[in-house]
């Protein structure tokens, strides 16, 4: 059994913001196995509210949802002072250098492009953000 300490020491809390279902679930059984406390968005209007309400270590954002696109919704996490500082991470199958760039320019601490890495990959990016910001 787990004592509490030792159980607050191991995990951060994470919010994904991906409308696909199929890899949001993966995402959430990996992190969830890792040892982060995961909570889980599909739409940009969700996430606004999600991130209004909670605060988290760390964000993974993807940038083509359901109403209020990615860019839009790091613009408003970097505007707002309770969350400028949270590092959030860009997962997202747009790969063009200019959507990369604009990406960086606008916040996000990475930006990976869903099909060059595995669940693994991004579970150790996020691993060295959270020890390299001292979570």
Same mark, same amino acid.
């Given at each position: 059994m787990?004592?509490?300490s030792e159980q607050?020491? !191991? $995990?951060?809390?994470?919010?994904? %913001? =991906?409308?696909?279902? +199929? &890899?949001? =679930? &993966?995402? +959430?059984? !990996?992190?969830? $196995?890792?040892g982060f406390n995961i909570s889980i968005v599909i739409d940009g209007e969700e996430a606004l509210r999600k991130i209004?309400?909670?605060?988290?270590? %760390?964000? &993974? &954002?993807?940038?083509?949802?359901?109403?209020?696109d990615g860019f839009e919704i790091l613009k408003e996490i970097k505007k707002n002072p309770?969350?400028? !500082?949270?590092p959030v991470i860009i997962l997202s199958n747009l790969g063009q250098q200019?959507?990369?760039?604009?990406g960086l320019r606008l916040g996000a601490v990475?930006?990976?492009? $869903?099909?060059? +890495?595995?669940?693994?990959? %991004?579970?150790q990016k996020i691993e060295n953000i959270l020890k390299k910001n001292n979570i």
């Amino acid at each position: 059994m787990v004592n509490d300490s030792e159980q607050k020491e !191991k $995990k951060a809390s994470i919010l994904i %913001i =991906e409308d696909d279902k +199929f &890899l949001r =679930e &993966l995402l +959430f059984r !990996k992190l969830e $196995k890792s040892g982060f406390n995961i909570s889980i968005v599909i739409d940009g209007e969700e996430a606004l509210r999600k991130i209004k309400e909670e605060e988290y270590e %760390i964000i &993974l &954002l993807d940038l083509v949802l359901p109403g209020i696109d990615g860019f839009e919704i790091l613009k408003e996490i970097k505007k707002n002072p309770k969350t400028s !500082k949270t590092p959030v991470i860009i997962l997202s199958n747009l790969g063009q250098q200019e959507e990369v760039e604009r990406g960086l320019r606008l916040g996000a601490v990475d930006y990976l492009i $869903k099909a060059h +890495f595995t669940p693994d990959e %991004i579970i150790q990016k996020i691993e060295n953000i959270l020890k390299k910001n001292n979570i």
